[in-house]
């Protein structure tokens, strides 16, 4: 059951020169009981390194980590869960591969995508971009709060704005 209402998801490049663990910690301070790993230019084996102090930090606040697409090192550093990006494996092949032991979050730009999503099983969804953001280009126009309303009253998974 996902027992949060807000998560942040990382960009340790928008935290330079602070070292992300260091952001994390506060966030976690702040009453965060959940972060997304999204760190897209690591490989598996150095996300699992640098994964590693954020889950134990994840852990000594009892919040729940989410590793961005790699269900490997989700398992591997103790994640709560993963998060699909919006073009990928489907969430029945995640949870089969992990034995259901991690809860699956997706991104969605539609409606439709949502409703695909929740027939295969997701925990959750982010939907994006709802405003104007630098972080999101090229994910085409934004949804506004218009359609996140139709969004969360049209499925019943939690649904996120980003």
Do not use: W
């Not at 009892?62 to 699909?84: C, D, Y």
């Not at 104007?132 to 359609?147: D, F, I």
């Amino acid at each position: 059951m996902i027992d949060f209402k807000l998560y942040a998801i990382t960009d340790r490049h928008r935290c330079a020169p602070t070292p992300l663990a260091d952001v994390v910690s506060e966030l976690l301070d702040a009453g965060v009981t959940a972060i997304q790993l999204r760190e897209k230019d690591l490989s598996d084996t150095e996300l699992i390194q640098f994964a590693q102090p954020i889950a134990e930090l994840c852990r000594n606040y009892k919040a729940k980590l989410f590793i961005n697409t790699s269900t490997r090192v989700a398992r591997e550093v103790g994640a709560a869960g993963v998060h699909l990006p919006a073009n990928t494996e489907s969430v029945k092949t995640v949870k089969a591969q992990t034995k259901d032991n991690l809860y699956v979050g997706c991104s969605v730009h539609s409606l439709g995508a949502a409703r695909k999503r929740e027939a295969e099983g997701a925990d959750f969804v982010t939907y994006s971009p709802i405003y104007p953001t630098a972080s999101k280009p090229g994910y085409g126009p934004v949804v506004g709060v218009e359609h996140l309303t139709e969004m969360a009253e049209s499925v019943k998974l939690p649904v996120f704005a980003l």
